[in-house]
T-cell receptor
Framework: EAGVAQSPRYKIIEKRQSVAFWCNPISGHATLYWYQQILGQGPKLLIQFQNNGVVDDSQLPKDRFSAERLKGVDSTLKIQPAKLEDSAVYLC???????????????FGEGSWLTVV | KQEVTQIPAALSVPEGENLVLNCSFTDSAIYNLQWFRQDPGKGLTSLLLIQSSQREQTSGRLNASLDKSSGRSTLYIAASQPGDSATYLCAVKEQTGANNLFFGTGTRLTVIP
C-alpha cells in the first residue's frame, strides 16, 4: 500500500516569496491533515479536512496560509508571503474513515522541509 | 487547552540498557494516546496506540503504559539497540473536538554502541 506522498521534499525561499506544498493521502482515506513542525518542537495542526470540507483550521494563520482539497483527494498548502518563522517541516497525514471517535491511527508523510532566508 | 510534555528532552544510553521515556498531558479527557518515532529527515511512524480504556500496549521490545487519571504515559524500551536512536513523540487525541492529535515536544534518544 502506498503511503502519504508529499512534494517537494525540500524548498528554500526568500522571505516574502510564496511556496506551495502538495500532498496525496493514502487511497480511501477521508481525513487529511496538515501539521507544522518547527525544529525542536512537536507537530502542530494547521488544518484538517474531512473529504473536501474543512473540519478545523483554527491554528492556520489565514493572513498568509491557505489550503485546499478541492476533489476530496489530494491537497495543496500555500504560504504567501513567507516569513522567517515559517521555516519548518510541513507534514501531511491521513486517516481512514471512521468518524471523530475512530481509533484508527494517523499515517504521516515524510514531510516538506521549508527554509525561509 | 491540552498541553503535552515530554521528559527528558534528550537521552543517551549505552547499547543494551532498558530505558523509560515519559509523557504527561494536562487534560485527562483523552480518547487515546499514541507513541511515534521520528528519524532525522523523515516523517512520523506510529509505534503504539493505547485507547483510554486500556492500561498498556506491547509491541516487541516496546511497552507503553497509560495512567489517564494522573495524565501520564511511559514508553519502555527493553535491551536498547543503536537502531532505536530517533526522536520519540507522544500524542493524545481528545474525547471532544476535532479528530486531531496534540503532540509533545519529543525525546531525542541516542543509543551508543
Amino acid at each position: 500500500e502506498a503511503g502519504v506522498a508529499q512534494s517537494p521534499r525540500y524548498k528554500i525561499i526568500e522571505k516574502r516569496q510564496s511556496v506551495a506544498f502538495w500532498c496525496n493521502p493514502i487511497s480511501g482515506h477521508a481525513t487529511l491533515y496538515w501539521y507544522q513542525q518547527i525544529l525542536g518542537q512537536g507537530p502542530k495542526l494547521l488544518i484538517q479536512f474531512q473529504n473536501n470540507g474543512v473540519v478545523d483550521d483554527s491554528q492556520l494563520p489565514k493572513d498568509r496560509f491557505s489550503a485546499e482539497r478541492l476533489k476530496g483527494v489530494d491537497s495543496t498548502l500555500k504560504i504567501q508571503p513567507a516569513k522567517l518563522e515559517d521555516s519548518a517541516v510541513y507534514l501531511c497525514a491521513s486517516s481512514p474513515p471512521g468518524g471523530r471517535r475512530s481509533g484508527n491511527t494517523i499515517y504521516f508523510g515524510e514531510g516538506s522541509w521549508l527554509t525561509v532566508v | 487547552k491540552q498541553e503535552v510534555t515530554q521528559i527528558p528532552a534528550a537521552l543517551s544510553v549505552p547499547e543494551g540498557e532498558n530505558l523509560v521515556l515519559n509523557c504527561s498531558f494536562t487534560d485527562s479527557a483523552i480518547y487515546n494516546l499514541q507513541w511515534f518515532r521520528q528519524d532525522p529527515g523523515k516523517g512520523l511512524t506510529s509505534l503504539l496506540l493505547i485507547q483510554s480504556s486500556q492500561r498498556e500496549q506491547t509491541s516487541g521490545r516496546l511497552n507503553a503504559s497509560l495512567d489517564k487519571s494522573s495524565g501520564r504515559s511511559t514508553l519502555y524500551i527493553a535491551a536498547s539497540q543503536p537502531g532505536d536512536s530517533a526522536t520519540y513523540l507522544c500524542a493524545v487525541k481528545e474525547q471532544t473536538g476535532a479528530n486531531n492529535l496534540f503532540f509533545g515536544t519529543g525525546t531525542r534518544l541516542t543509543v551508543i554502541p
